[in-house]
């Protein structure tokens, strides 16, 4: 986080408050507080930690915390609040770098651009220049805005690329010409970034296939068409590559297609060590060619003699072997989680209430959830007083009463001071059901430092869980430099579970480190950070994390059905 970033979120807000008609004072103090943090010396990041924001002139109580909770989270509640109220065609031209609200509202208003592509064309063919207000410097600068947008975005999030895979898939299988149809390549390994979207379909009739594919109603332009093959780009900018196989090469296909490439390579070899080969048309052996295996994607592993490896470990990471010698971990499902242990409401920065998020959470199936809003030092974002603890207590009690055969669970997402203690005494500690830990500020610290925050956490004996452990956003924010042995050793011999976080930037603890942990012997809880209702399902996102962590069910505190829970997080106490 530069303090450029934070100067363009302040510059953005007063721009939408500018659109919005808002007082002059507050758009000029914006504006103001934006010009001081850019031509600010010391980085606004370590400021923010230390709370000496307000010592920089022109910088009160309220655009403070609107700095914290940006440099903190990422995120500004409050941008994206305006963001949402601009028309549509606005708000979209916004995601560009350079481009603030006000410029933004010039274009659609002026020039009818409601798109990134409509812009980036308009700035090309000089459109913009005529603009009052608008220099030539502008056009090159929109131009290189969407150039690094284009390039930030060059990895998708497996949250953004998976749900527009489904719906591609879901759309195709009902085709007539389509017999089968699955996702491959890094989507269906579950990666945590997804460079293209790759598709396989099985059909005798391939060009119907491909023209079903080119023709649906996401598509925005086609990059490739041949007979069996085809590269579109969507509406949302994502590229999916498509594939057509006969549906008797389709195991094999599948099995190739999926990857990655790694693992294909060291199956290569097993298989050449056995006298076969092995490419997307099957199995042959290699003296006659006959072919051995290829119909179905797990007749060709046990052809080789080993079980049939899950996607989301074929990595070359020692599943070859494991499978092999039949040690594959027995991964966790999704269906085997009965309740999420970290879930906002409009409590703290959460959008929905606690009921809501209960009976969110009852028609996903879970037994249990546990609300866990944010504690006091995170006052930026309402976190929790004691008195409003003991409130939410008094209201999550009468919700119990009336929700028949569900369990709400009072939690607490409680902050991680710089100093490793946490944000309420042991008192309140120990009448929540479950309390979370997470740092919050201060991810920049040296290794010693953020690490013996981690383990003072961890010895807390009312701490059950620490939340997202390495504090990293995808693409913005590194992990911190914890140590990994002695977290992952503290949280084995403490009792204290390690989160997966299921936030689609988060995810976090990561696949590796996730893997080590359990390695050493740590518990997880995979949650899904909720903040809004639609949000509980990222939790499948933190199972497929686990799972490309070799984590196995008996490893994570939220499958366990709601009393051994209970007595879980008791026996720690
Ligand atoms: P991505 O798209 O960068 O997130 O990663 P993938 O794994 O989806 O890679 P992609 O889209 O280039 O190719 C899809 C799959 O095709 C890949 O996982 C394995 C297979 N594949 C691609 N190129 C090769 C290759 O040169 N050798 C072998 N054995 N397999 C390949
Ligand atoms: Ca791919
Ligand atoms: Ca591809
Ligand atoms: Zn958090």
């Given at each position: 986080m530069k303090n450029e970033d934070v100067a363009e979120m302040l510059t953005d807000i007063a721009d939408m408050l500018e659109i919005k008609g808002e007082?002059?004072?507050?758009?000029?103090?914006?504006?103001?507080?934006?010009?001081?943090?850019?031509?600010?010396?010391?980085?606004?990041?370590?400021?923010?930690?230390?709370?000496?924001?307000?010592?920089?002139?022109?910088?009160?109580?309220?655009?403070?915390?609107k700095i914290t909770e940006f440099v903190t989270t990422g995120r500004s509640s409050y941008r994206d609040e305006l963001a949402q109220a601009l028309p549509k065609g606005i708000s979209e031209l916004l995601a560009i770098p350079g481009v603030g609200a006000r410029k933004a509202q010039l274009f659609h208003e002026q020039l009818g651009i409601s798109t990134i592509d409509e812009l980036e064309e308009a700035a090309k063919t000089h459109k913009l220049k005529g603009l009052p207000k608008i220099k030539e410097k502008t056009e090159q600068n929109v131009l290189e805005g969407i150039m690094r947008l284009k390039q930030r975005t060059g990895r998708m999030l497996l949250g953004l690329a998976l749900p527009a895979a489904e719906e591609v898939v879901d759309q195709l299988r009902p085709h007539p010409a389509v017999e089968r149809v699955e996702m491959g390549g890094s989507i269906r390994r579950m990666k945590e970034t997804i460079g293209d979207i790759d598709i396989l379909v099985a059909s005798s009739k391939p060009k119907d296939a491909i023209e079903a594919f080119t023709t649906l109603p996401n598509v925005k332009s086609v990059l490739a068409k041949g007979t069996t093959k085809a590269s579109v780009l969507t509406r949302q900018d994502l590229q999916i590559d498509c594939r057509v196989v006969s549906p008797d090469q389709w195991g094999a296909a599948l099995q190739y297609f999926t990857g990655s490439k790694e693992h294909n390579i060291q199956l290569r070899t097993i298989a050449e060590g056995r006298g076969l080969k092995i490419n997307?048309?099957?199995?042959?052996?290699?003296?006659?060619?006959?072919?051995?295996?290829?119909?179905?994607?797990?007749?060709?592993?046990?052809?080789?003699?080993?079980?049939?490896?899950?996607p989301e470990l074929r990595e070359a990471a020692g599943e070859i072997e494991a499978a092999a010698k039949g040690q594959l971990p027995s991964l966790v499902e999704l269906s085997d989680i009965r309740g999420d242990l970290h879930a906002h409401t409009n409590w703290s920065d959460g959008i929905n209430t606690i009921e809501e998020m209960?009976?969110?959470?009852?028609?996903?199936?879970?037994?249990?959830?546990?609300?866990?809003?944010?504690?006091?030092?995170?006052?930026?974002?309402?976190?929790?007083?004691?008195?409003?603890?003991?409130?939410?207590?008094?209201?999550?009690?009468?919700?119990?009463?009336?929700?028949?055969?569900?369990?709400?669970?009072?939690?607490?997402?409680?902050?991680?001071?710089?100093?490793?203690?946490?944000?309420?005494?042991?008192?309140?500690?120990?009448?929540?059901?479950?309390?979370?830990?997470?740092?919050?500020?201060?991810?920049?610290?040296?290794?010693?430092?953020?690490?013996?925050?981690?383990?003072?956490?961890?010895?807390?004996?009312?701490?059950?869980?620490?939340?997202?452990?390495?504090?990293?956003?995808?693409?913005?924010?590194?992990?911190?430099?914890?140590?990994?042995?002695?977290?992952?050793?503290?949280?084995?011999?403490?009792?204290?579970?390690?989160?997966?976080?299921?936030?689609?930037?988060?995810?976090?603890?990561?696949?590796?480190?996730?893997?080590?942990?359990?390695e050493r012997g740590a518990f997880f809880a995979i949650n899904s950070d909720a903040h809004a209702t639609a949000q509980l399902e990222y939790m499948r996102y933190g199972v497929s994390t686990a799972r490309r962590g070799w984590v196995e069910k008996d490893r994570v505190l939220n499958a366990l059905p709601v009393d051994k829970l209970l007595d879980r997080l008791k026996a720690k106490r």
């Open positions: 007082s002059p004072f507050r758009i000029r103090a914006y504006r103001e507080a934006a010009r001081r943090i850019e031509s600010l010396h010391e980085d606004v990041a370590t400021l923010a930690a230390e709370a000496r924001l307000k010592d920089i002139r022109g910088i009160g109580e309220s655009i403070a915390s997307e048309y099957g199995l042959f052996r290699t003296d006659n060619n006959e072919k051995v295996a290829g119909r179905e994607e797990c007749e060709i592993y046990e052809a080789l003699e080993m079980k049939c490896i899950p209960a009976g969110a959470a009852k028609a996903l199936g879970y037994e249990y959830l546990a609300i866990s809003d944010h504690s006091v030092s995170m006052g930026f974002i309402h976190g929790l007083t004691t008195d409003r603890v003991r409130e939410q207590r008094g209201i999550i009690d009468d919700l119990n009463e009336k929700l028949d055969g569900f369990r709400l669970l009072q939690g607490i997402e409680v902050n991680i001071r710089g100093d490793g203690s946490l944000d309420y005494s042991d008192d309140v500690l120990a009448q929540f059901d479950v309390v979370t830990a997470s740092i919050h500020s201060g991810l920049g610290q040296p290794r010693e430092r953020i690490t013996a925050r981690m383990v003072a956490a961890m010895e807390n004996p009312h701490v059950n869980i620490i939340g997202h452990p390495s504090g990293r956003i995808i693409g913005r924010r590194d992990p911190s430099a914890f140590d990994e042995n002695a977290v992952y050793k503290a949280a084995a011999e403490t009792g204290t579970a390690l989160e997966i976080d299921g936030q689609p930037d988060r995810l976090d603890l990561k696949d590796s480190n996730a893997r080590q942990a359990a």
